[in-house]
């Protein structure tokens, strides 16, 4: 168990324990949002079909979120662990048994952040509840926890050990001769010979997006058409990560051009360029968090559209349907707003562990005359220069299939058919999500650029 101490490692455990407690936590809260409906308006057909079509996208989120953080933290840390391994194949061992000790390192890693994570999750429920009751005068609720939502734990402990498993097997391709002074990180150049894997990312996205069309469409008479917009979705954003080599630079060139020409700024940006691969690691989490609350936010009030203009003249109808939207909006934005934890740990913990990596480069940019101050100004803009380019990309994302969830759940509009609006950007969560993205960076920055200041040239050189 000596490799828990690994920097990383405890990050990872609590991206794990994050993962596992949001997918628990969102789907207890959703089965409590179906108790107090049928509570308060008793077991109605509409109603019942909207929360059981709810139920079951949270449930695709929690586990897509807890996926997608939990396997680029460990990815990246294996990336970082190549010249260990090398030595070890170099003195005796197999490949086969490096993989297999990395694989155990990422159950370990899953199966204890997972546990931390349900027990977490499981207090939040039983407490949430209670003052809940208290607060809302609602009927007291004897299973706030149920089987089936420890899902999330299974799946967050086999997506690590995955993770781990496909994260080494570039690792244990390389001969020790080469690994020996090797780059862990790969270029432009090395990234643009997958071919495969990025047409293979073309076609599920084109896929996604006719999905996601059919999902509309079918919503304009049925808001059962969200159930194919969802997995729409998760194609068309599933496309995104696997391409997000190529997707990301183009946003990274377009921002860096507000940093200015000073030396730090230029070199923060071609930093960020330079290798895309650990660029996109360190943004897709923000881009998942970014999304998911602007995807919420607008959804919410775009339904909240649909369902007035449904409603016509019904003043009294419309007035009780806002306000049930109103809550419920407030309880899910609560919830995903979790999400942005979860990438500000990943973030934390991505570019804590890509200065250690590149503490060779940062040695001999002291040794060439960067001071310690330009030296941490080049790592905070690198984060200032991830985060905004990922916030820009998760507004935009947010934007849209927020208003594909709504029209997909609420174009048919209560006895109404063929409702279409326009997306309502509800601006208020928009500016908080960006304050907090702008709040991330600095706390992500903080523990990075105190590392790379420390980092003595004449250490850093030896190293190598």
Same mark, same amino acid.
Do not use: C
């Given at each position: 168990?000596?490799?828990?101490?690994?920097?990383?490692?405890?990050?990872?455990?609590?991206?794990?324990?994050?993962?596992?407690?949001?997918?628990?936590?969102?789907?207890?809260?959703?089965?409590?949002?179906?108790?107090?409906?049928?509570?308060?308006?008793?077991?109605?057909?509409?109603?019942?079909?909207?929360?059981?079509?709810?139920?079951?996208?949270?449930?695709?989120?929690?586990?897509?979120?807890?996926?997608?953080?939990?396997?680029?933290?460990?990815?990246?840390?294996?990336?970082?662990?190549?010249?260990?391994?090398?030595?070890?194949?170099?003195?005796?061992?197999?490949?086969?048994?490096?993989?297999?000790?990395?694989?155990?390192?990422?159950?370990?890693?899953?199966?204890?952040?997972?546990?931390?994570?349900?027990?977490?999750?499981?207090?939040?429920?039983?407490?949430?509840?209670?003052?809940?009751?208290?607060?809302?005068?609602?009927?007291?609720?004897?299973?706030?926890?149920?089987?089936?939502?420890?899902?999330?734990?299974?799946?967050?402990?086999?997506?690590?050990?995955?993770?781990?498993?496909?994260?080494?097997?570039?690792?244990?391709?390389?001969?020790?001769?080469?690994?020996?002074?090797?780059?862990?990180?790969?270029?432009?150049?090395?990234?643009?010979? =997958?071919?495969?894997?990025? $047409? %293979?990312?073309? &076609?599920?996205? @084109? *896929?996604? +997006? #006719?999905?996601? /069309?059919?999902?509309?469409?079918?919503?304009?008479?049925?808001?059962?058409?969200?159930?194919?917009?969802?997995?729409?979705?998760?194609?068309?954003?599933?496309?995104?990560?696997?391409?997000?080599?190529?997707?990301?630079?183009?946003?990274?060139?377009?921002?860096?051009?507000?940093?200015?020409?000073?030396?730090?700024?230029?070199?923060?940006?071609?930093?960020?360029?330079?290798?895309?691969?650990?660029?996109?690691?360190?943004?897709?989490?923000?881009?998942?968090?970014?999304?998911?609350?602007?995807?919420?936010?607008?959804?919410?009030?775009?339904?909240?559209?649909?369902?007035?203009?449904?409603? =016509?003249?019904?003043?009294? $109808? %419309?007035?009780? &349907?806002?306000? @049930? *939207?109103? +809550? #419920?909006?407030? /309880?899910?934005?609560?919830?995903?707003?979790?999400?942005?934890?979860?990438?500000?740990?990943?973030?934390?913990?991505?570019?804590?562990?890509?200065?250690?990596?590149?503490?060779?480069?940062?040695?001999?940019?002291?040794?060439?005359?960067?001071?310690?101050?330009?030296?941490?100004?080049?790592?905070?803009?690198?984060?200032?220069?991830?985060?905004?380019?990922?916030?820009?990309?998760?507004?935009?994302?947010?934007?849209?299939?927020?208003?594909?969830?709504?029209?997909?759940?609420?174009?048919?509009?209560?006895?109404?058919?063929?409702?279409?609006?326009?997306?309502?950007?509800?601006?208020?969560?928009?500016?908080?999500?960006?304050? %907090?993205?702008?709040?991330?960076? @600095?706390?992500?920055?903080?523990?990075?650029?105190?590392?790379?200041?420390?980092?003595?040239?004449?250490?850093?050189?030896?190293?190598?």
């Amino acid at each position: 168990m000596t490799f828990l101490r690994e920097r990383g490692m405890g990050a990872s455990i609590l991206v794990a324990a994050l993962s596992s407690a949001f997918g628990i936590t969102l789907l207890a809260v959703t089965a409590y949002i179906g108790f107090l409906s049928t509570s308060a308006f008793g077991d109605s057909g509409d109603m019942s079909i909207i929360l059981l079509v709810v139920s079951t996208v949270f449930i695709g989120i929690a586990l897509y979120v807890g996926a997608i953080v939990t396997s680029n933290t460990f990815a990246t840390i294996v990336a970082g662990r190549t010249r260990q391994i090398a030595l070890m194949r170099l003195i005796g061992s197999t490949a086969s048994a490096e993989r297999r000790r990395v694989a155990t390192q990422g159950l370990v890693v899953g199966a204890i952040g997972s546990a931390a994570g349900a027990i977490l999750a499981t207090a939040i429920a039983f407490g949430g509840s209670a003052v809940a009751g208290r607060l809302l005068g609602a009927p007291p609720y004897e299973d706030p926890v149920a089987a089936w939502m420890f899902v999330p734990v299974i799946v967050v402990i086999l997506t690590t050990w995955l993770a781990a498993w496909t994260g080494s097997r570039r690792v244990l391709t390389v001969t020790p001769s080469e690994a020996l002074g090797g780059s862990v990180a790969r270029s432009r150049e090395e990234l643009a010979r =997958g071919r495969g894997k990025f $047409a %293979a990312a073309i &076609i599920m996205g @084109l *896929l996604g +997006i #006719l999905l996601l /069309i059919g999902g509309v469409v079918i919503g304009l008479v049925s808001p059962l058409g969200l159930l194919v917009a969802f997995p729409g979705g998760l194609l068309s954003f599933t496309a995104i990560v696997m391409a997000a080599p190529l997707i990301m630079p183009p946003v990274l060139r377009l921002v860096g051009r507000m940093f200015g020409g000073s030396t730090t700024a230029r070199m923060a940006a071609t930093n960020a360029l330079r290798y895309p691969e650990r660029s996109s690691r360190m943004a897709i989490g923000v881009v998942v968090g970014v999304t998911l609350v602007v995807m919420f936010g607008v959804a919410s009030q775009t339904f909240v559209n649909v369902t007035l203009t449904g409603t =016509g003249e019904d003043a009294a $109808a %419309a007035t009780g &349907i806002q306000e @049930l *939207l109103d +809550i #419920l909006s407030r /309880i899910m934005m609560a919830l995903v707003g979790f999400s942005a934890v979860i990438a500000g740990v990943g973030l934390v913990n991505l570019l804590t562990i890509g200065v250690v990596q590149r503490r060779t480069e940062l040695g001999l940019l002291r040794a060439l005359g960067l001071t310690t101050g330009q030296i941490r100004r080049m790592v905070m803009l690198e984060a200032l220069h991830i985060t905004l380019a990922s916030t820009l990309l998760g507004l935009v994302l947010g934007v849209a299939y927020g208003w594909a969830g709504a029209q997909s759940l609420g174009g048919s509009g209560y006895g109404y058919r063929g409702l279409i609006v326009a997306p309502a950007v509800p601006w208020e969560p928009v500016v908080v999500i960006v304050g %907090a993205m702008a709040l991330l960076t @600095l706390i992500a920055s903080v523990a990075p650029t105190r590392l790379a200041t420390r980092i003595s040239p004449v250490e850093a050189l030896a190293a190598e």
